[in-house]
């Protein structure tokens, strides 16, 4: 049992160990990449848009019909960023405008993001290529309308 302990207590330094060996830069860097992303959509600026996202970017969300059948909407960094262009979220008044950021993990050069905004929640996976944090993928989902 005392060896059992010992082998879990390890495991978990181990892992510990692994986590802390992300640079403070390396957690600036995906933060910034996060808030290129939501700000730039908030400013309509599609340069910050772009800067944040892959080129290979897949956004994806799941819509539900009446019927309970599922299907899979998908968005390319081209059509988000276009989308951005013609002014994103810029109608979306500045208190409303939520941009929470919480990097959930990192490991080597992968990175998972929670991003929660004025009405929907991102999931975004971040890479580091080339040097640079960039989103390659995004699942998100709509939050539920408040009720009047």
């Known amino acids: ?6 082998t879990v207590l390890g495991i978990f330094l181990f892992v510990g160990g692994v986590h802390a060996q992300v640079s403070d830069a390396d957690r600036e860097a995906i933060k910034a ?3 290129d992303y939501i700000e730039g959509w908030y400013e309509g600026n599609a340069d910050r848009m772009e ?4 080129p290979d970017l897949a956004k994806r969300i799941v819509r539900t019909n009446d019927k309970g059948q599922s299907t899979l909407q998908q968005m390319s960094a081209m059509t988000l960023v276009q989308y951005t262009r013609q002014g994103g979220g810029k109608n979306t008044p500045k208190e409303k405008q939520q941009k929470d950021v919480t990097i ?3 490991y080597e050069n992968a990175a998972s993001v929670k991003v929660v905004a004025s009405d929907w929640i991102d999931y975004l996976q971040v890479a580091k290529f080339n040097g640079r944090w960039v989103i390659v993928n995004v699942l998100w989902e709509l939050k539920p309308k408040p009720k009047t």
Not at 1 to 6: D, I
Not at 51 to 54: F, G, I
């Open 104 to 106: 959930l993990d990192v």
């Open 51 to 54: 800067r944040a996202l892959s």
């Open 1 to 6: 049992m005392r060896k059992t302990v010992l």
């Open 33 to 35: 990449t996060a808030l």
